[in-house]
C-alpha cells in the first residue's frame, strides 16, 4: 500500500485566501484524522471521521476551520480565510478501526506558511 | 482528563550510547500507550505500543518501552544508539473508549553526537 498521501506538501498563501489540503487515507481504514502541529502547541487532533461521518470535531479551532469526507478515499480540510497564525503542519492519519489499541498511519504532512 | 508529559524537550547522547526517553502519563483506567518518532520532514511513524499484557515491549529499529503502572510512566529505551536515531520522538495515550483518539505529549528531540 502507498501510505497515506496528503497533498499539497507545501503551500505558501497570503493572508485572507482560502486553503484546502487534501488526504487520501489508507484502503480499507475506517478511521481518518486531522491533526495540526506547531512548536506553541505540539500535536492537535482538529476532527476525525468514521466511515466518513465526523464524529469529534471539537478540535476545529475555529469556524474558518471545515473538513470533509465525501467517499473512503479521500477527505479536505479548508482553511477561508487563512490567517498567519494557521501557519503549521497539518496531518492526516488513518486507522483500520477505532479501537484504542489501533495503530494511527500518518501521511507526510503539508506544511502551510500564511504571510 | 488524560494527558501525557514528556519531561524532557531536548536530549543530547553520544552515538553508541544508551538511551532513556521519559513519558508520564495521566489515565484512570489501564491505558493503551504509544511511541512515535517523526524525522525532520516526514510524518510520524509508530516504534511500539502496549495495550496489555507483558509490560516490556519491543518495537522497531531496537527499541524498547516498560510500562509501570506504579510511576504511571512509559519509557522508552534502547541500549545503543546509531546517528539515524536523530528525531523527535513522542509518546501518546488512547483517550479511551473505541474512539482511536490519541493524547499526544510534548515530544522530546533527541540530537546524536558523533
Known amino acids: 500500500d502507498a501510505g497515506v498521501i496528503q497533498s499539497p506538501r507545501h503551500e505558501v498563501t497570503e493572508m485572507g485566501q482560502e486553503v484546502t489540503l487534501r488526504c487520501k487515507p489508507i484502503s480499507g481504514h475506517d478511521y481518518l484524522f486531522w491533526y495540526r502541529q506547531t512548536m506553541m502547541r505540539g500535536l492537535e487532533l482538529l476532527i476525525y471521521?468514521?466511515?466518513?461521518?465526523?464524529?469529534?470535531d471539537s478540535g476545529m479551532p475555529e469556524d474558518r476551520f471545515s473538513a470533509k469526507m465525501p467517499n473512503a478515499s479521500f477527505s479536505t480540510l479548508k482553511i477561508q480565510p487563512s490567517e498567519p497564525r494557521d501557519s503549521a503542519v497539518y496531518f492526516c492519519?488513518?486507522?483500520?478501526?477505532?479501537?484504542?489499541?489501533?495503530?494511527?498511519?500518518f501521511g507526510p504532512g503539508t506544511r502551510l506558511l500564511v504571510l | 482528563a488524560q494527558s501525557v508529559t514528556q519531561p524532557d524537550i531536548h536530549i543530547t547522547v553520544s552515538e553508541g550510547a544508551s538511551l532513556e526517553l521519559r513519558c508520564n502519563y495521566s489515565y484512570g483506567a489501564t491505558p493503551y500507550l504509544f511511541w512515535y518518532v517523526q524525522s525532520p520532514g516526514q510524518g510520524l511513524q509508530l516504534l511500539l505500543k502496549?495495550?496489555?499484557?507483558?509490560?516490556l515491549v519491543q518495537g522497531i529499529k531496537g527499541f524498547e518501552a516498560e510500562f509501570k503502572r506504579s510511576q504511571s510512566s512509559f519509557n522508552l529505551r534502547k541500549p545503543s544508539v546509531h546517528w539515524s536515531d536523530a528525531a523527535e520522538y513522542f509518546c501518546a495515550v488512547g483517550a479511551g473508549g473505541n474512539t482511536g483518539k490519541l493524547i499526544f505529549g510534548q515530544g522530546t528531540t533527541l540530537q546524536v553526537k558523533p
Open positions: 492519519a488513518s486507522s483500520r478501526t477505532g479501537g484504542g489499541q489501533e495503530t494511527q498511519y
Open positions: 471521521f468514521n466511515n466518513n461521518v465526523p464524529i469529534d
Open positions: 502496549y495495550f496489555s499484557g507483558d509490560t
